[in-house]
């Protein structure tokens, strides 16, 4: 079965430390996105990449960085500048932007 | 500038009907989504809506009206399951733009 999966689905990050989020699908998909929710809110995007070897940045890139080496992979790199981190990270692909969207089952991020 | 309003939260009845809004303020509009999302959870396609009017799938109908730049999404014979956020969404016709999320509308159903 095709899908989107994010690792890990808990993680804890200390205190100047860069982590680094996974989010593979072999859906065959062009479009990865990444966003963040935060309690009781919506959706904010982090960044996005149309192909590979591109991507560009969100509302909200500030602290965060990416790469997208791989049609199937975009991982999530959360720097030490990013100094609010905890949230629960979304990873999401689609075909194009006039497709939906399918989502991995997140990645809850705490501070130690 | 570009904008999505949605209700923050509505609370409804099971077996009921809800409707819930959004009204959006974009260039270039191509197409609204709508998402579920249960607490904790990722969100799943609901509906996609890109020319004007009614779109039925079984408990849930989503309407558009691209001229008065408005949507909304028909909830009928509520259950209690069907208690979560309802994300709706903008595609634009540049599809190098990236898609618009509303803040969302949390649903509340009562028994």
């Known amino acids: 079965d095709g899908g989107i999966t994010q690792s890990p689905k808990y993680l804890f990050r200390k205190e100047g430390q860069n982590v680094t989020l996974s989010c593979e699908q072999n859906?065959?998909?062009?479009?990865m996105y990444w966003y963040r929710q935060d309690p009781g809110q919506g959706l904010r995007l982090i960044y996005y990449?149309?192909?590979?070897?591109?991507?560009q940045k969100g509302d909200i890139a500030e602290g965060y960085s990416v790469s997208r080496e791989k049609k199937e992979s975009f991982p999530l790199t959360v720097t030490s500048a990013q100094k609010n981190p905890t949230a629960f990270y979304l990873c999401?692909?689609?075909?194009?932007?006039?497709?939906?969207?399918?989502f991995g089952d997140g990645t809850r991020l705490s501070i130690l | 500038g570009q904008n999505i309003d949605q209700p923050t939260e509505m609370t409804a009845t099971e077996g009921a009907i809800v409707q819930i809004n959004c009204t959006y303020q974009?260039?270039?509009?191509?197409?609204l989504f709508w998402y579920q999302q249960h607490a904790g959870e990722a969100p799943t396609f609901l509906s996609y809506?890109?020319?004007?009017g009614l779109e039925e799938k079984g408990r849930f109908s989503s309407f558009l009206s691209r001229s008065k730049g408005y949507s909304y999404l028909l909830l009928k014979e509520l259950q209690m399951k069907d208690s979560a956020s309802y994300l709706c969404?903008?595609?634009?016709?540049?599809?190098?733009?990236?898609?618009?999320f509303g803040k969302g509308t949390r649903l509340h159903i009562l028994p």
């Open positions: 999401a692909s689609n075909r194009d932007s006039n497709q939906p969207q399918h």
């Open positions: 859906l065959n998909h062009d479009a």
């Open positions: 990449s149309q192909i590979v070897n591109d991507f």
């Open positions: 974009t260039s270039g509009f191509n197409g």
């Open positions: 809506n890109v020319l004007d």
């Open positions: 969404a903008v595609t634009k016709l540049n599809r190098d733009d990236k898609i618009i």
